[in-house]
């Protein structure tokens, strides 16, 4: 009986392991051939890891297909945690030969989002770097080299404020990206043009599938997607004639901190463009700074002293910096009284020295007697057009001045343009809730007060009186072209504006402008014997924060205007002495004055499609 009874329970512990068995081996067959893909992958995920590969952003030319900005390959050292956090042991290695602080790398760390994607911890290092890494690469589990492109700007300050420079994506950029396909730790476009066409030129990323061992380290690669590079711009800039404005602005501030007693004189900007077309030929802002220092995030030391400098560097003056006129708004004011009749070409106004209404007078005491709009306008005074301010009146200055441009955007693309400001009644009103005075009327005539311009409206004004009153939207790039040339996009001249006269004011004007730059006229020193015919008018503005201001509006040649600049020197005191040598020099680059014969058979000729 009880042999049975043992007999039984062996049969029931047999059947058991069978069942057992039977559902092991069931599971095994399901998770081989229903389940084996997904767990292969799954087995694959902890040994292979995806390293992306940055795409090279496009390549900046200027008009005549100088490249300006490209690429270069740098070493970058990353992290790529693997098997869990990064032991602090390693990242206090790693902040060792990096000469960076473990705090630093920890936080970088803690904002990983992505599984498997490596930690930028320095760009750009040399090969000292790589070597002391390779090492000791049995002690630093995790630290990647990746060879990066890295953003080159080829002549380091030429050209930074069009340009720009790149950084690594902040939050407040990521959160407003996300939608167009941009992740944490991007690099992309901060400032000028790299900023306003970083969709453009930012390319698309690749990647490499590394196979991985145990302890994090890259074995081998077993697949790559490469990288597509980003789209190039075409830039209407000339080289030649930004180099040479940069050098002649460089030139003059030195002199006249040195030799002239404007010690002062540490800021400046120029805008050189196309009357026909709008586009911009040359764009120089003083003082500047060296893209290149942003590769791989700009240093503390750098980047303090260029925000502790009182003249902002980082600002584009040439579309930032707003500046009482001057001078140069008198062809504003001319062409206001022409047009609506208030003085006529031949009637002639005692100039003694002061206005008979308010005393306000010419500069240094000067008084020319009987004198008629040419010679008022070329030899630029003040008490005759303090009469055509009175003649006028504020409400007449304003409308001619918004005709012009003035107090609006210019339209060109790049951020941070300033609108300027054009004296009016509402203006006073609202900011200082007082009535406007003639006085002030008689300031606005002649550029000062309230009236403020940026160099750029200044080009475009001085472009409109060359080109008869027609005026172009400011550009600065003309087409964008993919990786292997072919044309995506061009960009035509847009026309913005016309401002309308009688064809003999605009004469008039232009006779008198041209006078400027001949004998008796207070460009003359320069331009009395330059071979190319140049209109222009020089400008001082009161500064009550030191020196005035220098300026200078012109272009040529006067019979077929080709080239238009517009210049502003900080402090650097009268127009004819500070702003006119550097007009000078540009010209002479752009006409190819002073070089060899076969140089100067090359004189420039702008295109509209390049």
Do not use: C
Not at 220 to 241: C, E, S
């Amino acid at each position: 009986m009880l042999a049975k009874r043992e007999y039984g329970r062996l049969e029931i512990f047999g059947i058991i392991i069978i069942f057992i068995f039977v559902a092991l081996v069931s599971r095994l067959g399901y998770l081989q051939m229903a389940q084996g893909q997904y767990y292969g992958q799954l087995a694959d995920g902890n040994r292979i890891r995806l390293i992306p590969i940055m795409a090279p952003r496009g390549v900046f030319y200027d008009r005549n297909g100088v490249m300006l900005v490209s690429n270069r390959p740098g070493f970058t050292i990353s992290l790529l945690p693997i098997n869990g956090p990064v032991p602090d042991e390693v990242i206090g290695k790693l902040a060792v030969i990096l000469n960076l602080n473990a705090e630093e790398i920890k936080e970088k760390l803690s904002q990983k989002t992505g599984s498997f994607e490596p930690i930028r911890v320095k760009t750009d290092v040399g090969p000292e770097i790589v070597t002391k890494i390779e090492e000791r690469r049995s002690e630093l589990p995790g630290v990647v080299i990746e060879i990066q492109p890295l953003r080159n700007y080829i002549n380091n300050e030429l050209a930074a404020h069009i340009f720009g420079y790149v950084g690594e994506i902040n939050e407040t950029e990521l959160e407003s990206g996300k939608a167009q396909g941009y992740k944490a730790r991007d690099i992309v476009g901060k400032f000028g043009l790299e900023r306003v066409y970083d969709k453009e030129i930012r390319g698309t990323d690749g990647g490499n599938q590394v196979e991985v061992d145990a302890n994090g380290r890259p074995v081998q690669v077993i697949g790559k997607k490469d990288p597509i590079p980003g789209n190039n711009l075409v830039l209407t800039i000339d080289q030649r004639i930004q180099k040479a404005a940069e050098a002649a602005i460089d030139e003059q501030l030195i002199y006249l901190q040195t030799k002239a007693g404007y010690t002062n004189a540490k800021a400046a900007a120029a805008v050189v463009l196309n009357p026909k077309t709008g586009e911009v030929l040359a764009m120089v802002s003083r003082p500047t700074f060296n893209p290149n220092a942003f590769n791989g995030g700009i240093s503390s030391k750098d980047w303090k002293l260029l925000n502790e400098n009182p003249h902002h560097p980082m600002d584009n003056k040439a579309i930032a910096g707003v500046y009482p006129p001057g001078s140069t708004f008198k062809i504003i004011t001319g062409a206001a009284a022409l047009e609506l009749g208030k003085v006529t070409p031949e009637e002639k106004i005692l100039d003694t020295g002061t206005h008979w209404i308010i005393p306000k007078g010419n500069a240094m005491g000067e008084a020319l007697g009987w004198i008629n709009f040419r010679e008022a306008l070329s030899k630029s005074d003040n008490v005759y057009f303090y009469e055509m301010g009175n003649r006028l009146g504020i409400d007449n200055l304003e409308k001619f001045a918004r005709m012009f441009g003035l107090g609006a955007y210019t339209g060109i693309n790049l951020p941070g343009e300033s609108d300027g400001l054009v004296a009016n009644r509402r203006y006073k009103e609202k900011v200082y809730g007082e009535d406007w005075y003639l006085s002030e009327t008689f300031d606005a005539a002649i550029g000062q007060g309230f009236q403020l311009a940026t160099p750029l409206q200044m080009a475009v004004v001085i472009g409109q009186v060359a080109n008869d009153g027609q005026r172009y939207k400011p550009q600065l790039v003309s087409r964008i072209t993919g990786p292997n040339g072919e044309v995506l996009k061009t960009f035509e001249p847009e026309k913005t504006g016309q401002v309308t006269l009688a064809e003999s004011n605009w004469t008039l004007i232009q006779e008198s402008l041209r006078e400027v730059a001949q004998e008796g006229g207070t460009a003359a020193t320069a331009f009395g014997d330059f071979p190319v015919a140049i209109a222009g008018k020089t400008g001082t503005s009161e500064n009550s924060h030191g020196s005035d201001h220098g300026w200078f509006v012109g272009y040529g040649p006067y019979e077929d205007p080709r080239v238009a600049v517009a210049i502003i020197v900080e402090q650097g005191g009268f127009g004819s002495s500070s702003a006119v040598p550097i007009a000078k020099k540009i010209m002479e680059a752009a006409f190819n004055i002073n070089q060899t014969p076969a140089e100067a058979a090359k004189i420039y000729r702008p295109q509209t499609a390049l």
